[in-house]
């Protein structure tokens, strides 16, 4: 009988140690969750409305009527700092009792007189030099301006961005004589953070007010970034419009003393500057003793979004020109998704005369799109008469026959 009551004993200090050691190991968990990080790259807030990682669990939702916004205002501590989006309102408004930021009135009550004012105080000459003034007779070819906000949140090691609004926007629908606007943003030049405001339906003059908060960028390294804002306009039945860009670099602008706000003149988009075309790897060998012409198309890389919904589908097409009349065609197979694709696909072209003076090839690279034509995504020409790399190729397959040489080539425009 005493050997029952002993194991019970032990049995029930055991459960309430194991119990007691889950507890504590729980609140272990929770405080170092608190106090961590958070592991999002970016932080998007849509109209003022908070969604910063700590505050996930407050239920703040879009819509919340007046009661729970200030219950949710009480519960958070005074001392928390999530970018001064807390005293916003639903419509992303500030109150009056909001502080100044470097003496400044507020982003909302802004008008472009006093961005034009707040600009000449608080940025370089440098960027001053790259607005662009629009005299009376250039007013037909105006794309608008672009209004945003820039700070650096030193506590969080999080660089903020607000796009808040576009202003003077062209009609790219020519019947309703309006626009479907959003912008696209990168920073670059690692162009590793991407983002995107939400569509606004037709209107010139859209209202975004939303702020974009990347986390894990050194301060020190603010000044080796630019940031590239793409405006464009939403179409249901094809690709979409682009209206312009806009080109910031960060070289000169302090953010240590708080919100810089800016504005700048959307310019017509440089295709060949913003984004370029991509490069491909071809290698290439001429068999003199058979008059034949090895072509191997290895890979691409960097090549552009051609498609709305997110990359390209490429793959190659490759003419054979001789005294600029094609006498045969070959293709690679279509990779899906991707901006750097491997074919390693080998062609065998005959060539018609002996040598390789007349000849020429001309590499297409095309984005597969079964509903619509297939777009051009970059071109490339090898021959005697061509320019850069792809006359430097030439001449080297042309001197050393047999021997299979690779080398990178940018892509031009289709």
């Given amino acids: 009988d005493e050997i029952?009551?002993?194991?019970?004993?032990?049995s029930a200090f055991g459960l309430v140690f194991s119990v007691s050691l889950f507890a504590w190991i729980c609140c272990q968990r929770k405080s170092s969750k608190s106090n961590k990080t958070p592991p999002y790259k970016f932080v998007h807030v849509l109209k003022g409305v908070d969604i910063y990682p700590e505050n996930l669990s407050s239920k703040k939702k879009f819509g919340a009527d007046d009661k729970s916004e200030e219950k949710n205002k009480s519960a958070t501590p005074k001392n928390s700092l999530h970018l001064d989006l807390e005293k916003r309102d639903l419509n992303g408004n500030f109150p009056k009792t909001t502080p100044k930021i470097q003496s400044s009135p507020d982003l909302d009550n802004l008008s472009p007189k006093?961005?034009?004012?707040?600009?000449?105080?608080?940025?370089?000459p440098d960027s001053l030099k790259s607005i662009t003034s629009?005299?009376?007779?250039?007013?037909?070819?105006?794309?608008?301006?672009?209004f945003f906000s820039l700070e650096y949140n030193f506590e969080k090691k999080a660089f903020v961005v607000n796009i808040k609004e576009a202003r003077g926007l062209p009609a790219m629908d020519e019947q309703s004589m309006t626009s479907d606007p959003y912008i696209k943003m990168t920073i670059l030049p690692e162009k590793?953070?991407?983002?995107?405001?939400?569509?606004?339906?037709?209107?010139?003059?859209?209202?975004?007010?939303?702020?974009?908060?990347?986390?894990?960028?050194?301060?020190?390294?603010?000044?080796?970034?630019t940031l590239h804002f793409m405006i464009l306009s939403f179409d249901r039945f094809s690709r979409d419009d682009v209206i312009g860009e806009v080109l910031i670099p960060l070289a000169g602008i302090e953010l240590s003393e708080g919100r810089l706000l800016m504005d700048r003149e959307i310019i017509k988009r440089n295709v060949r500057k913003s984004s370029g075309r991509g490069e491909l790897l071809i290698s290439l060998c001429y068999q003199s003793t058979t008059n034949t012409l090895t072509v191997v198309v290895l890979k691409a890389r960097h090549l552009p979004k051609s498609d709305v919904s997110g990359l390209s589908d490429p793959y190659v097409k490759v003419n054979l020109?001789?005294?600029?009349?094609?006498?045969?065609?070959?293709k690679t197979?279509?990779?899906?998704?991707?901006?750097?694709?491997?074919?390693?696909?080998?062609?065998?072209?005959?060539?018609?005369?002996?040598?390789?003076?007349?000849?020429?090839?001309?590499?297409?690279?095309?984005?597969?799109?079964?509903?619509?034509?297939?777009?051009?995504?970059?071109?490339?020409?090898?021959g005697s008469s061509a320019e850069g790399t792809g006359g430097e190729h030439w001449k080297e397959i042309c001197e050393y026959p047999r021997r299979q040489i690779a080398k990178w080539h940018m892509l031009c425009d289709g």
């Avoid at 020109?321 to 065609?329: G, L």
């Avoid at 018609?352 to 597969?368: N, Q």
């Fill in 134 to 146: 629009l005299s009376s007779e250039d007013k037909q070819d105006k794309l608008g301006t672009l």
């Fill in 192 to 225: 590793k953070h991407k983002v995107k405001t939400r569509v606004l339906r037709k209107t010139l003059d859209p209202a975004f007010d939303e702020t974009f908060t990347f986390y894990g960028i050194p301060y020190s390294q603010i000044q080796d970034l």
């Fill in 4 to 10: 029952p009551t002993v194991v019970g004993i032990f």
């Fill in 333 to 382: 197979h279509v990779k899906k998704c991707t901006p750097n694709a491997v074919f390693n696909e080998l062609f065998v072209f005959d060539i018609p005369c002996e040598g390789l003076d007349d000849i020429s090839i001309e590499f297409l690279v095309l984005d597969s799109d079964r509903g619509s034509r297939n777009e051009v995504i970059g071109r490339l020409t090898l």
């Fill in 321 to 330: 020109y001789h005294a600029k009349k094609r006498i045969s065609k070959k």
């Fill in 114 to 124: 006093h961005f034009a004012e707040r600009k000449k105080d608080s940025v370089s």
